[in-house]
Antibody
Framework: QVQLQESGPGLVKPSQTLSLTCTVSGGSISSGGYYWSWIRQHPGKGLEWIGYIYYSGSTYYNPSLKSRVTISVDTSKNQFSLKLSSVTAADTAVYYCARETSMIVGYWGQGTLVTVSS | EIVMTQSPATLSVSPGERATLSCRASQSVSSNLAWYQQKPGQAPRLLIYGASTRATGIPARFSGSGSGTEFTLTISSLQSEDFAVYYC?????????FGQGTKLEIK
């Protein structure tokens, strides 16, 4: 059973860079066939897809966030990471890492709340 | 991007009754539509993909239908554990987009 776990600071100052890591267990990122994604949920709101990475390093980002997002992968650690630059209060959300197959999200991490505040 | 609109925003139904949730896409997404269930403090859980295929382990009381722009999730006989928020998601076009959710509450 694949499990995903987000980690990183729960509080980020405005204009700084939000950095999160997702550790995958129960399966290898390098096995192929899956896309490793970040999705966020603003408090009390719906879901917003941020982007994904394939084990090879290929990425796709939501055009609405593309200028500020970087997703990277470390296959040796079975981890992938999210960096979101120049954050504002509007980036306060629960951030989920997930595994997708054909754009269907089959596995989710438990989510981590990131608050942007000075 | 494709906008997904769910209705109603809140649905009040008694246990044992049927619930019908709707999802509309701003343009055709063929059958590339998934439904997720989210309970408070938890991550969403995949229920349905391909508009009508139940994910592994999902009870038969959950069913999905529709294609193109109109979709429905039906829960045939509500159990206490079914009261949650439900999201639809289109994955026909990049970027994949989600509806704003329907909260299913106990009447």
């Amino acid at each position: 059973q694949v499990q995903l776990q987000e980690s990183g600071p729960g509080l980020v100052k405005p204009s700084q860079t939000l950095s999160l890591t997702c550790t995958v267990s129960g399966g290898s990122i390098s096995s192929g066939g899956y896309y490793w994604s970040w999705i966020r949920q603003h408090p009390g709101k719906g879901l917003e897809w941020i982007g994904y990475i394939y084990y090879s390093g290929s990425t796709y980002y939501n055009p609405s966030l593309k200028s500020r997002v970087t997703i990277s992968v470390d296959t040796s650690k079975n981890q992938f990471s999210l960096k979101l630059s120049s954050v504002t209060a509007a980036d306060t959300a629960v951030y989920y890492c997930a595994r997708e197959t054909s754009m269907i999200v089959g596995y989710w991490g438990q989510g981590t709340l990131v608050t942007v505040s000075s | 991007e494709i906008v997904m609109t769910q209705s109603p925003a809140t649905l009040s139904v008694s246990p044992g009754e049927r619930a019908t949730l709707s999802c509309r896409a701003s343009q055709s997404v063929s059958s590339n539509l998934a439904w997720y269930q989210q309970k408070p403090g938890q991550a969403p859980r995949l229920l349905i993909y391909g508009a009508s295929t139940r994910a592994t382990g999902i009870p038969a009381r959950f069913s999905g239908s529709g294609s193109g722009t109109e979709f429905t999730l039906t829960i045939s006989s509500l159990q206490s554990e079914d009261f949650a928020v439900y999201y639809c998601q289109q994955y026909n076009n990049w970027p994949q987009t989600f509806g704003q959710g329907t909260k299913l509450e106990i009447k």
